[in-house]
């Protein structure tokens, strides 16, 4: 299985609404990715999960709350969003210990905030 | 810091046109390259990668040659098709966490 997935593919959603996106993997990566992408720019950095710890949070507001359940799970949960927060949002995985890096991507869930 | 620079484009092209979309790097020390393709309404997809100097990466018809003396990973594709229609990111890893991307090319292919 060389697959990230993630659920929902689309979210909408109002800004006193509290949701969670999701992505699992089962390629045995030990490192997760949330990134963030607004329409025409390449994908920003979010949090980092480095075996189920959190490595890297790129300033992230606080109305965005990464969790690492297990080492094939990792979600994010919203709460407060503003209409900016409206963009794509990609999870992706790589191995740990690897020079290159090799990050795979899931297919995204498309948010817009009301 | 490190960065990449690629073509924004849009880069429009005829069906079995020759492509290349520019990209260079600024890195401290010795990176690992990438092209990632993204199809309209899907995530990224890795389409080719180098792990140092002179190696080329190809994939699908594309390839690109990591050059170091010229900080350079340009691809290229001999024949495109409407189905290579999409955005294209050039990116750099130094095997920590972060993939720095470029801004993207976009392209059209038309029949």
């Known amino acids: 299985d060389t697959e990230v997935t993630q659920t929902p593919k689309h979210l909408v959603m109002g800004m006193t609404n509290k949701k969670s996106l999701k992505c699992e993997q089962h390629?045995?990566?030990?490192?997760m990715y949330w990134y963030k992408q607004k329409a025409k720019k390449p994908p920003e950095l979010m949090f980092v999960?480095?075996?189920?710890?959190?490595?890297i949070n790129e300033s992230v507001p606080s109305r965005f709350s990464p969790e690492c359940p297990n080492s094939s799970l990792l979600n994010l949960h919203l709460h407060a969003l503003q209409p900016e927060d409206s963009a794509l949002y990609l999870c992706?995985?790589?191995?740990?210990?690897?020079?290159?890096?090799?990050?795979?991507f899931g297919p995204g869930t498309r948010l817009t905030v009301l | 810091g490190n960065s990449v620079t690629q073509m924004e484009g849009p880069v429009t092209l005829s069906e079995e046109a020759f492509l290349t979309i520019n990209c260079t790097y600024t890195?401290?020390?010795?990176?690992?390259l990438f092209w990632y393709v993204q199809y309209p309404g899907e995530g990224l997809q890795l389409l080719l990668k180098?792990?140092?100097?002179?190696d080329k990466g190809s994939n699908k018809g594309f390839e690109a040659t990591y050059r170091k003396e010229t900080t350079s990973f340009h691809l290229e594709k001999g024949s495109v098709q409407v189905s290579d229609s999409a955005v294209y990111f050039c990116?750099?890893?130094?095997?920590?966490?972060?993939?720095?991307f470029g801004k993207g090319t976009r392209l059209h292919i038309l029949p």
């Open positions: 999960y480095s075996y189920e710890k959190l490595s």
């Open positions: 890195a401290t020390g010795y990176p690992s």
């Open positions: 180098a792990t140092k100097a002179d």
């Open positions: 390629m045995g990566h030990r490192a």
């Open positions: 990116a750099l890893s130094e095997g920590d966490d972060k993939i720095i």
């Open positions: 992706a995985s790589s191995k740990r210990g690897e020079l290159d890096n090799e990050q795979f």
